[in-house]
């Protein structure tokens, strides 16, 4: 079988209201994505999602359309799409970094190849080693104390057991939010607090120190991007847990997180690691080193969120019972552009069986909801 043609595809679509994001890296309201559809020879196509953030990343939907229309798109033509390895190839050798552009490829390939062979991606991958319906936190945004209270209450009637409060958007405020989202709560939940690079070292153990009666289960991302250093420090230094996210988009990052012993979890996921194949690099090396990993999130809509599913039903070492991970994106957005979305009730998403990443785009609402 060969790649014939890669199309792209922006759409943006806002977020519902009341699930906003604030973070360390500012607001996000409405997400500009970049849909890749690659066909075959043979009449298979697949489909893939670049989860573009400029703040994240770097990269933007405007550039990774030109990148993969310009660059990518025509130098994969004629290559395998079974050979994820060749696929990797070409487009490591012709741009560094562009993580979630290459990852949109990379996954609309696994999806030609479970719709070919009749399977869902995760039986190619090895097939499942946990249930289908996985079970997630909820990622809330840096509110004011009152919302963030008010909003906990609700998840928690929700059935959400894990929730994770965004942090590093001032030392106070933070603290405030945290302890708000406790006392509504109570003490039977977990809190999970995420800086988003937000804090140096000694920001984040005093902010883990003054919350050391908040009930704090992790502490996600506490210190700067390419800081191996400050974040093993914070990890010797604070009760909590240790989840490395930002600074780990590929498997050079990984062993540095690893070396400096720098984390207790590290977050992997197909877009911020460059594809599925990749994500599982990383997470057989944390395994060797019996660290563990969970799944993070970038607010993906069905297609990434399919492929996030696949890896985390499909590997042992995404320890997501214990690390609750964040696969909610598609119901943070106003609307769904899949024809038979993820089933998500409650605190869970359930993967299906059908083959390939096992969702179907219409790519004709994509077409009437534009990045202009």
């Known amino acids: 079988m060969k790649i014939t043609k890669i199309t792209t595809h922006p759409v943006r679509i806002p977020l519902r209201p009341e699930y906003r994001m604030v973070s360390a890296l500012g607001r ?9 559809r690659v066909e075959t020879d043979a009449g298979i196509d697949g489909a893939g999602e670049a989860t573009i953030m400029s703040r994240w990343s770097g990269e933007t939907v405007w550039g990774a359309q030109a990148l993969v229309d310009r660059l990518f798109a025509p130098l994969l033509i004629g290559v395998d799409p079974f050979d994820i390895q060749a696929v990797d190839g070409v487009m490591d050798a012709a741009a560094k970094d562009n ?5 949109a490829i990379e996954m609309a390939c696994w999806d ?12 190619l991958l090895g097939g499942a080693v946990r249930s289908m319906s996985i079970r997630c936190r909820f990622s809330m945004g840096a509110y004011s104390e009152e919302r963030a209270s008010t909003r906990a ?14 942090v590093g958007t001032g030392l106070e405020d933070d603290v405030r939010r945290v302890r708000a989202v406790r006392n509504s709560i109570g003490s ?24 050391g009666d908040a009930g704090v289960v992790l502490f996600e991302q506490p210190t700067p991007r390419n800081d191996f250093t400050g974040l093993a420090k914070v990890r010797s230094s604070i009760e909590p847990m240790v989840m490395a996210d930002d600074i780990c988009f590929d498997v050079t990052h990984a062993r540095e997180c690893l070396r400096h012993d720098a984390c207790d979890v590290i977050s992997v996921y197909p877009g911020k690691n460059g594809g599925i194949r990749k994500s599982i690099e990383i997470i057989d090396l944390a395994a ?6 969970s799944v993070g999130s970038n607010l993906e809509l069905d297609i990434a969120s399919a492929a996030m599913c696949h890896v985390v039903v499909a590997c042992e070492n995404m320890n997501i019972e214990k690390f609750p991970g964040d696969i909610m994106g598609p119901e943070y957005h106003e ?5 038979e979305p993820l089933e998500i009730s409650g605190a869970e998403i359930t993967l299906t069986d059908r083959p390939g990443l096992g969702v179907d785009v219409d790519w004709g609402l994509v077409e009437q909801n534009p990045v202009t």
Request: proline share 1%; net charge negative.
């Open 288 to 293: 060797e080193s019996g660290v563990a990993c």
């Open 153 to 166: 209450a609700e998840l928690v009637a929700r059935g959400f057991t894990t929730i994770k409060v965004k």
């Open 335 to 339: 609307f769904r552009i899949v024809k």
């Open 28 to 36: 996000h309201e409405v997400s500009e994505y970049l849909l890749v």
């Open 99 to 103: 993580w979630f552009a290459k990852s």
């Open 188 to 211: 039977d939940y977990d809190i999970v607090i995420d800086a988003n690079c937000g804090y140096d070292a000694e920001t984040a153990i005093e902010v883990a120190n003054q919350l």
């Open 112 to 123: 030609i190849q479970g719709k070919d062979s009749g399977k869902p991606v995760y039986e």
